[in-house]
Each structure stands twice: as structure tokens, then as C-alpha cells.
């Protein structure tokens, strides 16, 4: 798969591919591109390398000179703090690594035991690391044939016009941005990566400036668009993933007679991108789905108890080798064999419903609360800008719902919003406790980072 996909970038050569401050660069300068930087790594073979990028185009030059060169790409997160590099750096056993346009070596016998026996069996296309919301990054250890058939397979349900301009605003070493680009560039599509879209105006600017006519972003971004109008802004296609969308953002879309292709989707780093996928037609049925898995994955809900919730579980072409720190203990996964998400799912007639990580279902008194679901119920009030739900301890009550919010007006009255919440949840759903937060802490790709939270909630008293 990986020599079909360098045929088609070949096949590609002129085309615009992505769109930088500096111009336009096609497929095939990219392609150049990595292949100077491939010529630095020929003495090197199977070798974990790092990649620091302030750019799309040094970063994805570099991951592609790895694979021409046969070594394995380590994206290194822009920004990230010591404690995060130095974990990545030691965990993988880096030999060297990619800053910007130059390589910096770090030591030639840099190894990590039993692991590189693994690694030198397989045609390992990528070691992401998580961002660790929940706790510890970890290595995710994927082969280049699952990062392209997972491309390949959402390309063929997102259905991207062929000549689009797509704004990707995550940052570019996420697993949602690297499927991003696999698929754009399967589909011929031009893409602009912007990281920095920290506030609407930053946001929408680009779209106007880059003349973009697609969004491949966070719910945070559809938000922004729909606040915005979005079809005044020559937009016509949609694509969230990271935490819900929400059923207030996504029925205000459904709700337009302006054609506007929506898909909602849920992706994982151990499986190289995405696993299910709805698109308009299934939102206007159930605003929750998140659609049926995609062709090279297959996935189920484990309901021990008979009924359509449980632990989401998914298999199939895709799935990672394993944890980099699994590896090392020989533990190698089999795409026959069901992965555990660490997701609460339902299932539905069009698909499944997420219903949050496994902490985010929590018992009150007894009773199923599902945080996400006090959430959107939260921003349907359209009193707030951002919402999020976790457990913490009453000590009376047990386990209670918790309320961080960010409100959208200066006069936010709470009574007003806990009255809403009094009339829309039932008694064990509704919050106990409330903070209001000028942010909610979230990563570039949306999704809340549940370990500051966590620390939020600690610090509260009721």
C-alpha cells in the first residue's frame, strides 16, 4: 500500500497540495523534499527519529524522509513542556531527531531491548504518542499499511470535493491532523495547516483569507462557524471530531435548506485515525450518532448485562501493533482481536452514541449519569460558551455531578441556569457544584484534558 500511495503522489506531481504563509507547494515538491532529508538517514535502518516542526511542510518532508529511508517517525508535539519531550525521547529510544530542516543526532546506539526485535519485523509507519488528557502519554505504535488503509477508508465516507480548500486548525502532529492530511491528499484536496486559531476572529480570517470552502476541525470551530454564518463564508463542508459536536451545534446545521455536507466522527490514535463516521442525513435522524464504523474496522458494544450499552470494542486492518511500552514485553496485538476504547457506547438504529470514557459514566445514589449528557444539555441553554461535567465527592451525598462552565455574557445569572438544568435533568443528573472558568482546559484538537480537571474538581468544596 505504501508504494500505491507514493505512485499517486507521483501521479500527483504538480497538483497544489498544501497552502503555507509562503505560497503553495505541490505534491510533488514535498516529495523532493523529503527525499534530501532521506539522504541524511541512509546510514540508519528501523531507527526511531523525532520531529520537531514549526511548519507543515518541514514536519511532513521529514515524517516521509523516514519512510523512504526506512526509519520510523516520532512526532514531537510543538510547544509540548520538558517533562513531555524528555518522556517521549527516553520511551522510544530516539537515534536522532528532525528540528525543522536540520538532524540532530543523539547517539548511534541508542536502543530500547526486546522492542527493536518488534519493531524490525513489522512495517512500522509511526510511533504517536498520546497527549496524555488522562494521564501518561503513550506510544502508539502503528504500521504504515494501517495509517493508509484507515485513510483510505475514511476518504471514501467523507467524500471531500476534488479541488477543495480545507483548513485543518489542530495541530499538525495529532493523529486526527496525520489522517487529515492522508486523506485530503487522497482526495485531491488543498490544506491549509494553522494551529494558532485560538479565538473566532483569528479563525474565521483564515478562511477568508486562504478562501477556504472546508473545515476539518474540533466542535469548538463548528461553534465559531455556526455563530458566524458559516454559509455567508463560502463554506460547504464540515467535519468535527475530538469531543461531540452537541446537539444544539449540530441541529442548528441539520436545521439550514443551505447544502452543507456534515459529518460528525470518531477516531482513536490506536487506530491510526478514525472509526466511525456520520454524515448529515444519519445527524438529522439522532444529533448523538457518531455513525457506524468505517470499512476497515468493525465495532461493538461489550454489554454484559444484555442490554445496548457497554464498553466500546473495535478490531480490524487498522488497529496499532500496540503500546510502545507493551512491545517491550513482547505483547503484540492481532487485528482479529477486539481493542477496549476506553468509551461508554449505545447502540442505536443509525450507528453508535458515545456516551463518554469509562470515568465519565459515574453512579449517583445509585443511578447511571452520563457527564457529556449534563453537558450538552448545559450548552443548550445557550447561556454558555463551554461546558464539561465530572464526578466529584459530596460529603453527604457520595458521587455528584460538577458543573465547569465558561459563560458567554458578563451578566450571567446562575440561578437562571440552574433552574434550566432543575427543568431538563432528572434529580441524580443535575450538578451540585459549579466553577466558572475563563477556559475549560482542553488540547489543539478539542478534547478536554481531564487530568487539570481533575485537579479543578479536587480543589472545589461544596
Same mark, same amino acid.
Given at each position: 500500500?505504501?508504494?500505491?500511495?507514493?505512485?499517486?503522489?507521483?501521479?500527483?506531481?504538480?497538483?497544489?497540495?498544501?497552502?503555507?504563509?509562503?505560497?503553495?507547494?505541490?505534491?510533488?515538491?514535498?516529495?523532493?523534499?523529503?527525499?534530501?532529508?532521506?539522504?541524511?538517514?541512509?546510514?540508519?535502518?528501523?531507527?526511531?527519529?523525532?520531529?520537531?516542526?514549526?511548519?507543515?511542510? *518541514?514536519?511532513?518532508?521529514? @515524517? &516521509?524522509? %523516514?519512510? +523512504? /529511508?526506512?526509519?520510523?517517525?516520532?512526532?514531537?508535539?510543538?510547544? !509540548?513542556?520538558?517533562?513531555?519531550?524528555?518522556?517521549?525521547?527516553?520511551?522510544?529510544?530516539?537515534?536522532?531527531?528532525?528540528?525543522?530542516?536540520?538532524?540532530?543526532?543523539?547517539?548511534?546506539?541508542?536502543?530500547?531491548?526486546?522492542?527493536?526485535?518488534?519493531?524490525?519485523?513489522?512495517?512500522?509507519?509511526?510511533?504517536?504518542?498520546?497527549?496524555?488528557?488522562?494521564?501518561?502519554?503513550?506510544?502508539?505504535?502503528?504500521?504504515?499499511?494501517?495509517?493508509?488503509?484507515?485513510?483510505?477508508?475514511?476518504?471514501?465516507?467523507?467524500?471531500?470535493?476534488?479541488?477543495?480548500?480545507?483548513?485543518?486548525?489542530?495541530?499538525?502532529?495529532?493523529? *486526527?491532523?496525520?489522517?487529515? @492530511? &492522508?486523506? %485530503?491528499? +487522497? /482526495?485531491?484536496?488543498?490544506?491549509?495547516?494553522?494551529?494558532?486559531? !485560538?479565538?473566532?476572529?483569528?479563525?474565521?480570517?483564515?478562511?477568508?483569507?486562504?478562501?477556504?470552502?472546508?473545515?476539518?476541525?474540533?466542535?469548538?470551530?463548528?461553534?465559531?462557524?455556526?455563530?458566524?454564518?458559516?454559509?455567508?463564508?463560502?463554506?460547504?463542508?464540515?467535519?468535527?471530531?475530538?469531543?461531540?459536536?452537541?446537539?444544539?451545534?449540530?441541529?442548528?446545521?441539520?436545521?439550514?435548506?443551505?447544502?452543507?455536507?456534515?459529518?460528525?466522527?470518531?477516531?482513536?490514535?490506536?487506530?491510526?485515525?478514525?472509526?466511525?463516521?456520520?454524515?448529515?442525513?444519519?445527524?438529522?435522524?439522532?444529533?448523538?450518532?457518531?455513525?457506524?464504523?468505517?470499512?476497515?474496522?468493525?465495532?461493538?458494544?461489550?454489554?454484559?448485562?444484555?442490554?445496548?450499552?457497554?464498553?466500546?470494542?473495535?478490531?480490524?486492518?487498522?488497529?496499532?501493533?500496540?503500546?510502545?511500552?507493551?512491545?517491550?514485553?513482547?505483547?503484540?496485538?492481532?487485528?482479529?482481536?477486539?481493542?477496549?476504547?476506553?468509551?461508554?457506547?449505545?447502540?442505536?438504529?443509525?450507528?453508535?452514541?458515545?456516551?463518554?470514557?469509562?470515568?465519565?459514566?459515574?453512579?449517583?445514589?445509585?443511578?447511571?449519569?452520563?457527564?457529556?449528557?449534563?453537558?450538552?444539555?448545559?450548552?443548550?441553554?445557550?447561556?454558555?460558551?463551554?461546558?464539561?461535567?465530572?464526578?466529584?465527592?459530596?460529603?453527604?451525598?457520595?458521587?455528584?455531578?460538577?458543573?465547569?462552565?465558561?459563560?458567554?455574557?458578563?451578566?450571567?445569572?446562575?440561578?437562571?441556569?440552574?433552574?434550566?438544568?432543575?427543568?431538563?435533568?432528572?434529580?441524580?443528573?443535575?450538578?451540585?457544584?459549579?466553577?466558572?472558568?475563563?477556559?475549560?482546559?482542553?488540547?489543539?484538537?478539542?478534547?478536554?484534558?481531564?487530568?487539570?480537571?481533575?485537579?479543578?474538581?479536587?480543589?472545589?468544596?461544596?
Amino acid at each position: 500500500m505504501i508504494n500505491q500511495f507514493f505512485r499517486f503522489v507521483e501521479e500527483n506531481f504538480n497538483l497544489p497540495l498544501l497552502i503555507t504563509s509562503n505560497g503553495t507547494i505541490t505534491y510533488g515538491q514535498l516529495l523532493l523534499k523529503a527525499k534530501v532529508k532521506a539522504e541524511g538517514l541512509d546510514q540508519y535502518k528501523k531507527c526511531r527519529i523525532g520531529i520537531f516542526a514549526d511548519d507543515i511542510e *518541514s514536519f511532513w518532508a521529514s @515524517f &516521509f524522509a %523516514c519512510w +523512504l /529511508s526506512d526509519n520510523i517517525p516520532v512526532p514531537i508535539p510543538k510547544g !509540548s513542556d520538558n517533562d513531555y519531550q524528555s518522556h517521549i525521547l527516553k520511551s522510544a529510544g530516539l537515534v536522532g531527531y528532525f528540528k525543522n530542516h536540520n538532524f540532530v543526532l543523539i547517539s548511534n546506539e541508542t536502543h530500547i531491548g526486546e522492542v527493536d526485535a518488534i519493531l524490525n519485523t513489522y512495517n512500522v509507519g509511526a510511533i504517536l504518542f498520546t497527549s496524555g488528557s488522562t494521564g501518561k502519554p503513550k506510544g502508539v505504535v502503528l504500521g504504515k499499511d494501517a495509517l493508509l488503509v484507515n485513510a483510505y477508508s475514511t476518504k471514501d465516507k467523507l467524500n471531500i470535493p476534488n479541488g477543495s480548500k480545507i483548513l485543518i486548525p489542530v495541530p499538525f502532529h495529532f493523529v *486526527s491532523a496525520i489522517s487529515h @492530511f &492522508f486523506v %485530503c491528499a +487522497l /482526495s485531491r484536496a488543498t490544506i491549509h495547516f494553522n494551529d494558532a486559531c !485560538s479565538f473566532p476572529q483569528t479563525f474565521l480570517g483564515l478562511i477568508e483569507e486562504y478562501k477556504i470552502s472546508g473545515v476539518g476541525g474540533s466542535p469548538i470551530h463548528a461553534k465559531w462557524l455556526v455563530e458566524s454564518g458559516y454559509h455567508l463564508k463560502g463554506i460547504n463542508w464540515l467535519m468535527s471530531s475530538g469531543d461531540k459536536l452537541g446537539p444544539s451545534i449540530t441541529e442548528k446545521i441539520i436545521s439550514e435548506t443551505y447544502e452543507f455536507q456534515l459529518f460528525q466522527v470518531y477516531g482513536l490514535t490506536e487506530v491510526g485515525g478514525r472509526v466511525c463516521i456520520a454524515n448529515r442525513s444519519e445527524l438529522k435522524v439522532n444529533s448523538n450518532t457518531i455513525g457506524h464504523s468505517i470499512s476497515c474496522l468493525s465495532a461493538k458494544v461489550d454489554n454484559h448485562d444484555g442490554g445496548n450499552e457497554g464498553s466500546l470494542l473495535v478490531k480490524g486492518e487498522s488497529l496499532m501493533l500496540g503500546y510502545l511500552d507493551n512491545l517491550k514485553n513482547g505483547e503484540v496485538l492481532s487485528s482479529e482481536s477486539y481493542f477496549n476504547t476506553g468509551d461508554q457506547a449505545k447502540v442505536s438504529d443509525n450507528g453508535f452514541e458515545i456516551l463518554g470514557r469509562n470515568d465519565d459514566v459515574f453512579k449517583v445514589s445509585g443511578i447511571k449519569v452520563s457527564g457529556p449528557m449534563v453537558s450538552d444539555i448545559a450548552m443548550s441553554s445557550g447561556m454558555l460558551k463551554d461546558a464539561w461535567v465530572s464526578p466529584m465527592v459530596h460529603p453527604l451525598l457520595g458521587t455528584v455531578p460538577c458543573l465547569l462552565f465558561t459563560p458567554k455574557a458578563e451578566n450571567f445569572d446562575l440561578i437562571k441556569l440552574k433552574q434550566f438544568l432543575t427543568g431538563k435533568l432528572y434529580p441524580q443528573a443535575r450538578p451540585r457544584a459549579f466553577k466558572c472558568l475563563e477556559n475549560i482546559p482542553r488540547t489543539g484538537s478539542g478534547k478536554v484534558i481531564r487530568r487539570e480537571v481533575q485537579a479543578i474538581v479536587s480543589e472545589l468544596t461544596i
